[in-house]
């Protein structure tokens, strides 16, 4: 079941999923799981840039019936993900798509997803220190997806008034906007995330409309990481959920 570096984590409620050195996931993937959890009427939903599979295993975890899709362009994270869901006993309601979310035409259907998710790379091209390994500069620098690929792939693939959910550095606030508007996709709810009320904010987490009318936009108060003794706050506490418990 297991490969050369790779090794099992405990996720909770009975689910858990194989990680590695080069393909895991950290506070941003479970925040933005949680941010974007398919509604009751969503029948299907999409995770681009899946990974080892953590957004849909929480997803699962969580009791959503929606067929889900995940698409990951590294055959090493499908083949993690693959085998977690062999791990669980998963079959039903789930399909892992081998692609470049750029060339996805014919291998799923076009608006027809309820919720689309993606976490990106958070650094634009030719920012920042690259890695060495290559699954880490595509998770991390838009090597091989810009953002506006990403709105782009969303909205051929969301319904009209389907939602598109990512999270970002705040610095790329104004690129993502952008991005979503150019294609379609009204941002309806954001939100801050912060370790601290001392700190300024880390990530942002945010949802649009496909063909939503412009304007009215909601600021969701900010999510705090800590609470004043430098504990996890009561919020994150719900959040992470069984997964705490069983492992941090």
């Given at each position: 079941m297991?490969?050369?570096?790779?090794?099992?984590?405990?996720?909770?409620g009975?689910i858990k999923?194989?990680?590695?050195?080069e393909?895991?996931?950290?506070?941003?993937?479970i925040l933005?799981?949680?941010f974007?959890?398919?509604?009751?009427?969503?029948k299907?939903?999409?995770?681009?840039?899946?990974?080892?599979?953590?957004i849909?295993?929480?997803?699962?975890?969580?009791?959503?019936a929606?067929?889900i899709t995940?698409?990951?362009?590294?055959?090493?994270a499908?083949?993690m993900?693959?085998?977690?869901?062999?791990?669980?006993?998963?079959?039903?309601?789930?399909?892992i798509?081998?692609?470049?979310?750029?060339d996805?035409k014919?291998?799923?259907?076009?608006?027809?997803?309820?919720?689309?998710?993606?976490?990106?790379?958070?650094?634009a091209?030719g920012?920042g220190?690259?890695?060495n390994?290559?699954?880490?500069?595509i998770?991390?620098?838009?090597?091989?997806?810009?953002?506006?690929?990403?709105?782009?792939?969303?909205?051929?693939?969301l319904r009209f008034?389907?939602?598109?959910c990512?999270c970002?550095?705040p610095e790329?606030?104004?690129?993502?906007?952008?991005?979503?508007?150019n294609?379609?996709?009204?941002p309806?709810r954001l939100?801050?995330?912060?370790q601290?009320?001392t700190?300024p904010?880390k990530?942002?987490?945010?949802?649009?409309?496909?063909?939503?009318?412009p304007?009215?936009?909601?600021?969701?108060?900010?999510?705090f990481?800590?609470?004043?003794?430098?504990?996890?706050?009561?919020?994150?506490?719900?959040?992470?959920g069984?997964y705490?418990?069983?492992?941090?």
């Amino acid at each position: 079941m297991l490969k050369e570096n790779e090794n099992i984590e405990p996720f909770g409620g009975g689910i858990k999923i194989i990680v590695s050195d080069e393909h895991k996931f950290w506070t941003d993937t479970i925040l933005l799981a949680d941010f974007s959890m398919p509604k009751k009427n969503d029948k299907k939903v999409c995770d681009l840039g899946s990974g080892c599979g953590p957004i849909p295993l929480i997803w699962i975890r969580k009791g959503s019936a929606a067929s889900i899709t995940a698409v990951e362009i590294q055959e090493n994270a499908c083949d993690m993900f693959r085998r977690s869901l062999l791990l669980n006993n998963i079959s039903d309601n789930i399909e892992i798509i081998n692609s470049d979310l750029r060339d996805l035409k014919g291998k799923t259907a076009a608006s027809a997803y309820d919720l689309v998710v993606c976490n990106p790379p958070y650094k634009a091209e030719g920012t920042g220190i690259k890695s060495n390994s290559e699954s880490h500069l595509i998770a991390r620098h838009e090597s091989m997806c810009t953002m506006d690929d990403i709105a782009a792939c969303a909205r051929s693939l969301l319904r009209f008034s389907g939602r598109f959910c990512m999270c970002q550095r705040p610095e790329r606030l104004c690129d993502v906007i952008a991005a979503m508007r150019n294609n379609d996709i009204e941002p309806k709810r954001l939100r801050f995330v912060q370790q601290r009320k001392t700190k300024p904010p880390k990530l942002f987490l945010i949802e649009g409309k496909r063909g939503g009318r412009p304007g009215g936009l909601i600021i969701e108060p900010v999510l705090f990481i800590e609470n004043e003794n430098g504990d996890f706050s009561e919020e994150m506490i719900s959040i992470y959920g069984q997964y705490k418990e069983e492992y941090i």
